[in-house]
């Protein structure tokens, strides 16, 4: 080992320069406030890792990366794990860079000479909300498109430069291919090497000017960075990653519908840090519109730019601070009032649109499609519309994805209407208990998202599953999980038995296979050929 | 210079607390990565019997280059390809399908009707017609599909080699 660094040290001086780099002297009140810096940037390695993971199974044209994505996440082992370190960690570095700027602010520490540095770190929170802008749009589901559908609006009103602007976005005629081929490109390879050269220049200037002392360091004796601050340092990474970590495995990264240009019932969200932006855009309208698009954000990030000119007086004690600490505190109110805003002003469409529900039929039970039967066969379309918006028809929409009922609710209104929403007009719903069951069951799996599809269920399949519920195979059979395991369960039955054995064995089971307990069912014919058509068609 | 430094013992745990908190995070990102690369893809089987034809005419030991289409997973895709197996009937009952790659780096063989021998042009590996390699580099004998006979109808399956229990 020791002949080896020798070696190393002899041929490329590597060691000593590595020595060096642990020896650097830092100021005694050097500590835990100052391990941000380190944090972002182990934030930053983790996303150019888990970034290059995601790339190598990722496609980067519109609907590609849609199924790619979806490849990654559901068919592939721990993809769903890196593209949630992927997608939280792009939130949570921008919270860490935010809170190494606010240190950085409170502590005085941009003040001569280290102007440069602090101005080196403005540029990079820029590179880092291009980041999260840009990739944004690479998932290619829903929120992504109409996202960045409005990003480029924004975009296209600044004064003057407006146009060219979208031009160089590829955005002039809507998002389509060459804004993402324009997005893609900027997010894998301009800005990682871009990032690594501010970094590079930053942390180079931050070594030139030291670790900003506090007054009356100059009299204490100096520590060494490494091994004390390295472990404070390292310290603060872990606990940054373990959060990192158990968001990843806990709150699974959404991935929406594919893009949809004609979906007018997408309500487009920012991410969580740009809603202040988005609440400030609502309450300036008409030619102040400008103003809180383009004007502020340019002021503000201005203003940052110019902190340390603004601020000429000398150091002095944190703690003495009290302006800095009234500029944080305000920033803070004003950034949590408006988000705050803008969370209370989501309709619930916005929250349910995360929520995607089933999108097939087959992901359905036999109860709910029963329960999508008893809708049509009840009429409950004249009155209530699913999903599309408000009709004019006299009951509320159900797909709209507003307050969630629980079932008990719904089938007490069901019974008797008035009871539970005093006036309503509703008819009570003549159904057995079992089907108001299976009534409600379906109606907790609509979303905005699938209502329009469960509207398109063939024939076939509402019938023969009322049949299968009104029958109640459930109770020796078993369809997505759901029922007893007495008899064969019936997924994949088109796999083992053609349909006219089906529909012989509905009639004589024992015929076709002797020691079968099953008894007959004396079906119509119309009524075989559905419910066997619908067991065919299981997956 | 006067540093304050940590004594002995503290320098220590400080050093293996921060090699231990890294080797933790490399752990925790490096190995769902290598399970991620190294983990086939969760398979939708879209494996099954296809359809390659009419073998009513196949005479004895004559084989016959017959296409077929198959559908397969490739990546997030489902994609239907062309394929084609060389097919030799061996005896009344038995009718054997041939991958139409040599076993030894994949070229493609063509039936030499003059020597009646399976011919590989790329490194002259040849086979007989039941399979075996006769002479050149390949390693084993030409794989197989699974095959079952209907009627006059042929289907194809999976490879061999590939298939559950094989």
């Given at each position: 080992?020791?002949?080896?660094?020798?070696?190393?040290?002899?041929?490329?001086?590597?060691?000593?320069?590595?020595?060096?780099?642990?020896?650097?002297?830092?100021?005694?009140?050097?500590?835990?406030?100052?391990?941000?810096?380190?944090?972002?940037?182990?934030?930053?390695?983790?996303?150019?890792?888990?970034?290059?993971?995601?790339?190598?199974?990722?496609?980067?044209?519109?609907?590609?990366?849609?199924?790619?994505?979806?490849?990654?996440?559901?068919?592939?082992?721990?993809?769903?794990?890196?593209?949630?370190?992927?997608?939280?960690?792009?939130?949570?570095?921008?919270?860490?860079?935010?809170?190494?700027?606010?240190?950085?602010?409170l502590w005085g520490a941009y003040k001569k000479p280290r102007e440069a540095t602090w101005m080196m770190g403005v540029i990079l929170l820029l590179v880092t909300l291009a980041f999260a802008l840009t990739g944004y749009l690479l998932p290619w589901d829903n929120r992504a498109y109409w996202g960045t559908v409005v990003t480029t609006q924004i975009s296209a009103s600044a004064p003057g430069a407006g146009p060219y602007v979208l031009r160089l976005m590829g955005a002039e005629n809507g998002v389509g291919v060459v804004t993402f081929a324009r997005f893609y490109a900027v997010h894998v390879l301009v800005l990682p090497p871009l990032t690594m050269l501010l970094i590079l220049l930053h942390v180079y200037l931050v070594r030139r000017h030291g670790v900003a002392p506090a007054p009356g360091d100059e009299v204490k004796p100096k520590q060494k960075f490494y091994p004390r601050q390295v472990f404070k340092d390292t310290a603060a990474i872990s606990l940054a990653?373990?959060?990192?970590?158990?968001?990843?495995?806990?709150?699974?990264?959404?991935?929406?519908?594919?893009?949809?240009?004609?979906?007018?019932?997408?309500?487009?969200?920012?991410?969580?840090?740009?809603?202040?932006?988005?609440?400030?855009?609502?309450?300036?309208?008409?030619?102040?519109?400008?103003?809180?698009?383009?004007?502020?954000?340019?002021?503000?990030?201005?203003?940052?730019f110019l902190v340390p000119f603004l601020d000429r007086a000398p150091v002095i004690r944190v703690t003495k601070r009290t302006t800095a600490f009234a500029i944080v505190i305000l920033a803070a109110i004003t950034w949590s009032g408006l988000t705050a805003a803008a969370v209370r002003s989501t309709p619930p469409e916005a929250f349910a649109a995360d929520r995607e529900g089933p999108m097939e039929w087959r992901d359905l039970t036999p109860e709910e499609l029963a329960g999508v039967s008893y809708f049509k066969s009840e009429s409950c379309g004249t009155c209530h519309t699913l999903g599309l918006r408000q009709e004019g028809k006299p009951g509320p929409n159900l797909g709209a994805g507003g307050a969630a009922r629980d079932a008990a609710w719904m089938i007490a209104h069901f019974k008797q209407p008035a009871s539970m929403v005093p006036g309503s007009q509703m008819p009570s719903v003549s159904l057995s208990d079992s089907q108001l069951n299976a009534l409600a069951a379906f109606l907790l799996k609509l979303t905005p998202q699938n209502a329009m599809k469960m509207q398109d269920i063939p024939q076939y399949v509402l019938d023969g599953a009322a049949l299968y519920q009104k029958n109640r195979c459930n109770l020796c059979h078993q369809v997505n999980g759901v029922g007893m395991k007495t008899g064969p369960p019936l997924n994949g039955l088109a796999h083992r038995r053609d349909a006219t054995w089906v529909k012989g064995h509905f009639l004589d089971p024992q015929k076709f296979s002797k020691d079968s307990m099953m008894p007959a069912y004396p079906f119509t014919p119309q009524q075989n050929e559905a419910i066997t058509k619908y067991l065919m068609s299981l997956p | 210079m006067q540093y304050n430094t940590d004594n002995q013992g503290r320098r220590g745990f400080l050093v293996r607390a921060t090699q231990a908190l890294s080797a933790l995070i490399g752990g925790a990102l490096g190995i769902p990565a290598f399970v991620y690369l190294f983990t086939p893809a969760k398979s939708r089987s879209t494996g099954g019997w296809v359809d390659a034809g009419d073998i009513s005419q196949l005479k004895l030991n004559a084989p016959e280059e017959l296409p077929f289409r198959r559908v397969r997973m490739d990546g997030w895709k489902i994609i239907t390809e062309k394929s084609t197996a060389w097919v030799v009937r061996l005896s009344e009952k038995e009718v054997v399908a041939y991958t139409p790659q040599c076993t030894h780096l994949g070229c493609a063989y063509h039936w030499e009707e003059s020597k009646g021998q399976f011919l590989c042009p790329c490194h002259t590996s040849n086979f007989s017609?039941?399979?075996?390699?006769?002479?050149?580099?390949?390693?084993?004998?030409?794989?197989?599909?699974?095959?079952?006979?209907?009627?006059?109808?042929?289907?194809?399956?999976?490879e061999q080699s590939k298939a559950k229990g094989a």
């Open positions: 080992m020791r002949a080896i660094l020798a070696w190393l040290e002899e041929r490329t001086g590597a060691p000593s320069a590595i020595q060096h780099f642990l020896d650097e002297e830092i100021p005694a009140s050097a500590g835990w406030h100052q391990v941000f810096g380190s944090v972002a940037m182990f934030l930053f390695l983790t996303q150019v890792f888990t970034g290059i993971m995601l790339a190598l199974n990722y496609a980067p044209t519109p609907g590609e990366a849609y199924n790619s994505l979806r490849y990654i996440m559901t068919e592939l082992t721990g993809g769903a794990l890196i593209r949630g370190l992927h997608h939280w960690g792009a939130s949570m570095m921008v919270i860490i860079v935010v809170l190494h700027m606010v240190q950085v602010f990653f373990i959060i990192l970590f158990s968001l990843a495995v806990v709150a699974k990264a959404p991935l929406g519908r594919l893009a949809d240009p004609t979906d007018t019932t997408f309500i487009p969200r920012p991410e969580w840090y740009f809603l202040f932006l988005f609440q400030l855009l609502k309450y300036c309208e008409g030619p102040l519109e400008i103003l809180a698009s383009v004007v502020l954000p340019t002021l503000g990030v201005g203003l940052l | 017609i039941d399979g075996k390699v006769l002479n050149g580099p390949a390693p084993r004998p030409l794989d197989r599909y699974l095959v079952k006979v209907e009627g006059d109808r042929l289907l194809i399956g999976p």
